[in-house]
């Protein structure tokens, strides 16, 4: 059961071959025997979960199923559920259940989707690896001794060691690509807005996007059936009519036009990783899609321009954590001012620190202009490089992160390296373009390479089914972990 993907798990479910009870509950023992070995989930209630699983059975029963209906699906510690403890890796919220569900949780709710449980992150969603969680590093699935990267690690790391049909995460600046390049199975970031932010806790609301991770591009176009739509809680939430993302799946992709930025395998690209990306290229065309180059000029300034916008938002968005309302509050203090000053320090984490501190600094009289209003204008023009390349081209690809898994701690003493990981997916989010990243290939030391799709405003559908298209000719995202199946 736990190596089937999500549209034949339902095709079962309909079928009345499998009950959800059934599969919840072999997903529950899976993560209960392997769980520590990974350290992917946080949260678990089996009997909230199995009472989700009851209801859907009955769904099916009366004829009233979903696609999504009793299917198990991973929620990254981000996302708020009524009743579920939700500390987003971080020790401010470690007793802190959540009164109400986000936006994303209520869809899959309403849908007939099971809460699995909790997935572990990095702290705050700051982070590339899923190191920074206060309850301990994930741990990757194809080698536990390498980081699933991040923030969203834990659900990554959930679907590729096969504990999970389908997870949701959050990508700020490339957080549910990159953990699913590094953990080889499939995520999306939507358009900017597509996906409701209501009930997600906030990092950087202007960049902040929760998507669907799952094994297959066709399970991603079913997950955002449900995830996609109008929240009017949300002031980002676009309005716009309801699409079908399944409804280009194995549509001819002959003549499609594929943007190869020149940037792209200039920015130190590891060999094992541009191997796999030529390999994937050359398997489109073969496929009957034609390539050209285009050019991402200010692609270099995204790194600077993220590190500057993103903590500086963190430093507003997490400002409400004070041990005055919820959260952690500090057991020793001598007045107001030192509640605040000794509940932030105990409960937020070196990295969260280190970008509050960041962002508090670019905000400041004297450094406002100079940083903070540079840095948005620098945006503009990294957003209008991408317009000027989708004159020529369908859809942008490349590399979705430099490198494969590296070692837990090889970069957690130097920032710089690590805010790299991210040096191919931050341009996306600062232009609140879609991007998603499919398994492609792996590096002579067996750890999977993402290939990163970046499509115009709204064009997840086409993208999705470019993914499907080169998984029907291929099979890297049926390869599993080695150790993942119990005797």
Not at 263 to 274: D, R
Not at 359 to 368: A, I, R
Not at 395 to 403: D, R
């Amino acid at each position: 059961m736990h190596n089937a993907t999500i549209k034949s798990l339902s095709a079962e479910l309909a079928a009345g071959k499998l009950s959800s009870v059934e599969l919840t509950k072999h997903f529950l023992k899976r993560i209960k025997a392997l769980n520590a070995k990974y350290n992917c989930f946080l949260t678990l209630d089996e009997e909230a979960s199995l009472k989700q699983a009851r209801a859907a059975d009955q769904l099916r029963a009366a004829g009233s199923g979903r696609p999504l209906t009793g299917i198990p699906i991973a929620q990254q510690d981000s996302f708020c559920a009524r009743g579920w403890l939700t500390t987003c890796g971080s020790r401010m919220l470690s007793n802190f259940v959540s009164p109400y569900d986000a936006h994303v949780v209520e869809r899959l709710n309403a849908a007939g989707a099971v809460n699995l449980g909790k997935t572990n992150m990095d702290e705050f969603a700051m982070g590339s690896s899923s190191e920074t969680s206060y309850y301990g590093p994930v741990r990757n699935p194809w080698d536990v001794n390498a980081v699933p990267g991040g923030s969203s690690g834990g659900s990554a790391a959930a679907v590729a060691a096969r504990l999970a049909a389908g997870a949701i995460g959050t990508d700020t600046g490339g957080s549910i690509r990159q953990p699913a390049a590094l953990s080889g199975i499939c995520g999306l970031k939507p358009t900017y807005g597509v996906v409701s932010r209501y009930g997600m806790v906030a990092f950087a609301s202007s960049l902040d996007q929760g998507g669907p991770m799952a094994r297959t591009a066709e399970d991603l176009a079913v997950m955002m059936n449900v995830m996609a739509g109008f929240d009017a809680r949300d002031s980002t939430s676009l309005e716009r009519e309801r699409e079908d993302y399944t409804r280009e799946l194995g549509k001819p992709i002959e003549g499609m036009k594929i943007g190869l930025p020149k940037e792209f395998l200039a920015e130190g690209a590891a060999p094992g990783v541009v191997k796999a990306i030529e390999a994937a290229v050359a398997e489109f065309r073969r496929l009957g899609c034609e390539t050209v180059e285009v050019s991402l000029p200010n692609m270099k300034l995204s790194v600077p321009v993220y590190y500057v916008l993103a903590p500086a938002e963190a430093s507003s968005n997490l400002a409400r954590y004070d041990g005055v309302r919820y959260g952690y509050r500090a057991p020793e203090y001598s007045d107001l001012a030192d509640l605040y000053k000794k509940t932030r320090a105990q409960g937020f984490g070196e990295e969260v620190k280190r970008r509050i501190l960041i962002g508090t600094y670019v905000l400041s009289h004297g450094y406002y202009d100079a940083y903070y209003i540079q840095a948005q204008k620098v945006r503009r023009l990294i957003a209008r490089d991408f317009a000027e390349a989708f004159k020529r081209c369908d859809v942008i690809m490349g590399p979705t992160s430099p490198t494969t898994a590296f070692r837990i701690g090889e970069k957690a003493g130097d920032p710089v390296r690590m805010y790299l990981s991210d040096i191919y997916t931050i341009p996306a989010n600062l232009a609140g373009l879609p991007g998603m990243s499919i398994p492609c290939g792996f590096d002579a030391k067996g750890l999977p390479v993402g290939l990163q799709i970046i499509g115009n405003y709204f064009a997840e559908a086409k993208m999705l089914n470019l993914a499907h298209q080169y998984q029907s000719a291929t099979d890297w995202h049926m390869k599993a972990p080695p150790g993942i199946d119990l005797d």
